[in-house]
């Protein structure tokens, strides 16, 4: 039972996640002291992508206040997938946003 609690919270945590990434005035796109980390925050919630040796190994870490966060695999693809909309719409807008 409690196993089931675990994953029906987290993967409430995504969708959350995910629908806050829809908004861009809801969260903030930072580095982290590593050059290869890209950070987006949300409050006390933190989300890391620190890109692996091909797409498909990058890692998604999701801190709360500190903590890490724990998340089954497939709420992990996704919330990885949805970051790498954000960060591509925010490229496309600093490339973009500069010529107008």
């Known amino acids: 039972m409690r196993q089931f609690r675990a994953r029906y919270r987290a993967r409430q945590l995504t969708l959350d996640l995910v629908k ?5 005035d ?10 290869t980390r890209v950070v987006i925050t ?4 933190s989300v890391r992508i620190q890109p692996g040796r091909f797409r498909c190994f990058d890692r998604v870490m999701v801190e709360y206040k500190g903590a890490d966060v724990w998340l089954p695999l497939l709420s992990r ?3 990885r997938q949805a970051v790498r909309c954000v960060l591509a719409e925010a ?3 600093g ?3 500069d010529q107008g």
């Open 26 to 35: 809801r969260f903030r796109i930072s580095q982290s002291s590593v050059v």
């Open 42 to 45: 949300h409050g006390t919630t």
């Open 91 to 93: 490229a496309q807008e």
């Open 20 to 24: 806050c990434l829809a908004r861009p």
């Open 95 to 97: 490339i973009y946003g």
């Open 77 to 79: 693809l996704r919330l």
